[in-house]
Nanobody, 121 residues
């Protein structure tokens, strides 16, 4: 079993920055990739970024490349999402997930409760 708890969301003006954190616990956390997804009102949940826990491989959605950076802290069992140059279209609930190294929502078994990010114009 894996437990995930997100933090760091909030309200920010366009062009600003936020850093999301995801605290993970569970005996087998090292065998998973960790991902961030987001869901805006009326839209499907979409892939943002993921990082492979063992070797640090990362990938990003085209919409956030060059603005968002995912990282991990093995000692703390934590994953972070540094979000810079935020745009109003980044407004969504952001979810942390654990699963295979994949960008497909359905392949992730474990999810956090989500944290709201609101970017004002």
């Amino acid at each position: 079993q894996v437990q995930l708890v997100e933090s760091g969301g909030g309200l920010v003006q366009a062009g600003g920055s936020l850093r999301l954190a995801c605290a993970a616990s569970g005996r087998t956390i090292g065998s998973y990739a960790m991902a961030w997804f987001r869901q805006a009102p009326g839209k499907e949940r979409e892939f943002v970024s993921h990082i492979n826990w063992s070797d640090g491989r990362t990938d990003y959605a085209d919409s956030v490349k060059g603005r968002f950076t995912i990282s991990r802290d093995n000692a703390k069992n934590a994953v972070y999402l540094q979000m810079n140059s935020l745009k109003p279209e980044d407004t969504a609930v952001y979810y942390c997930a654990a699963g295979p190294y994949s960008s497909y929502t359905a392949q992730y078994k474990y999810w956090g409760q989500g944290t709201q990010v609101t970017v004002s114009s």
